[in-house]
């Protein structure tokens, strides 16, 4: 069974709104949680990431004030797309390691579709 | 910087046809190699990994060879199956203390018809 989960699987929003894209370790702290994002044919790229307690480490070329991350507790991290258009559309995936053996588990993604 | 190359799909396939999804790498140490499948509706699982030039990374019947010479880490099965239907993902990770962030290639969709 999935080890991660990612909720919604599907938005579609109006430009201008805020969406928020949730991702839960299942049955293991994450202490870390890493967010993806995959435009169409493009490489699945790195955006952000999330350290429970503390700020986001965002990669080069990813707007923080665009994509708010917020990592409350050791199994919960949040995605907030402010302010979203059309060019936000895209696939986002998050991830989180589980100890003892660091092992990379992905959430099932989540589709983005800004009107 | 480290960046993946993968064939662009979809690739389409009969049953128990024979598999090859092209993959390379660029990279500017001595990364591991990954192979990750999703299936519909699911995420991102590994697949397969090899970690140094000349391993060879199997699974499920799939495999692929570390060659270092080539820069290529190719994904084959000999024979597939419709449930290996699936996009796959190529990447590459400098690991550290058994941890890494992988750098993904674009993903290829297979599609197996029976």
């Known amino acids: 069974g999935a080890v991660v989960s990612q909720h919604p699987s599907r938005v579609i929003c109006k430009s201008g709104t805020s969406v928020k894209i949730e991702c839960r370790s299942l049955?293991?702290?994450?202490?870390?949680m890493f967010w993806y994002r995959q435009f169409p044919k493009q490489s699945l790229m790195l955006m952000a990431t999330?350290?429970?307690?503390?700020?986001?480490?965002?990669e080069q070329g990813v707007e923080k004030d665009k994509f708010l991350i917020n990592h409350a507790s050791l199994t919960l991290s949040t995605l907030t797309v402010t302010s979203a258009h059309p060019e936000d559309s895209s696939f986002y995936i998050c991830?989180?390691?589980?100890?003892?053996?660091?092992?990379?588990?992905f959430g099932a993604g989540t589709r983005l579709s800004v009107l | 910087g480290n960046s993946v190359t993968q064939m662009e799909g979809p690739v389409t396939l009969s049953e128990e046809a024979f598999l090859t999804i092209n993959c390379t790498y660029t990279?500017?140490?001595?990364?591991?190699l990954f192979w990750y499948v999703q299936y519909p509706g699911e995420g991102l699982q590994l697949l397969l990994k090899?970690?140094?030039?000349?391993d060879k990374g199997s699974n499920k019947g799939f495999e692929a060879t570390y060659r270092k010479e080539t820069t290529s880490f190719h994904l084959e099965k000999g024979s597939v199956q419709v449930s290996d239907s699936a996009v796959y993902f190529c990447?590459?990770?400098?690991?550290?203390?058994?941890?890494?962030?992988?750098?993904f290639g674009r993903g290829t969709s297979l599609i197996v018809h029976p």
């Open positions: 991830s989180s390691r589980a100890p003892p053996l660091n092992i990379q588990y």
């Open positions: 049955d293991f702290q994450a202490t870390t």
């Open positions: 999330s350290n429970e307690g503390s700020k986001a480490t965002y």
């Open positions: 990279a500017t140490g001595y990364p591991s």
């Open positions: 090899a970690t140094k030039a000349d």
């Open positions: 990447a590459l990770g400098e690991e550290s203390g058994g941890s890494y962030i992988p750098t």
